[in-house]
């Protein structure tokens, strides 16, 4: 199992990315859940997003970009996106993609948020937000 991150970089504030995540060495019809996360310098790392397949894709959001990022799947490539949008400067971090294919009862955003959840994670990508 194989994930990589793409899309990353410099952007301004108020600004867009698109932050892509593909998979490899399994199918993407067995995955239950895919979640981004991010670690900031001298942060911990925090959940931002996640698409529960096991509810029929619900996704979740963290309070700090509900309204500016949005997650998407493309299993026809095997792809999970990240659309971010009104950048802020605080929003500076390494994300990771990561996945499970293990069916967790436990649903609602704090328990979709959390990375242990999830076994299977990409070496992260860098997101630098400028002024």
């Known amino acids: 199992v194989q994930l990589v991150e793409s899309g990353g970089g410099v952007a301004q504030a108020g600004g867009s990315l698109r932050l892509s995540c593909t998979g490899s060495?399994?199918?993407?019809?067995?995955?239950?859940?895919v979640a981004w996360f991010r670690q900031a310098p001298g942060k911990a790392r925090e959940g931002i997003s996640a698409?529960?397949?096991?509810?029929?894709?619900?996704?979740y959001y963290d309070d700090s970009v509900r309204g500016r990022f949005t997650i998407s799947a493309d299993d026809a490539k095997d792809t999970v996106y990240l659309d971010v949008s009104t950048l802020k400067l605080d929003d500076t971090a390494v994300y990771f993609c990561?996945?499970?294919?293990?069916?967790?009862?436990?649903?609602?955003?704090?328990?979709?948020?959390?990375?242990?959840?999830?076994?299977?994670w990409g070496q992260g990508i860098q997101v630098t937000v400028s002024s």
């Open positions: 698409m529960n397949f096991h509810e029929g894709g619900r996704r």
């Open positions: 060495g399994f199918s993407f019809d067995d995955v239950n859940a």
């Open positions: 990561a996945i499970t294919f293990y069916v967790n009862i436990a649903v609602g955003r704090q328990a979709m948020l959390q990375p242990g959840r999830y076994r299977h």
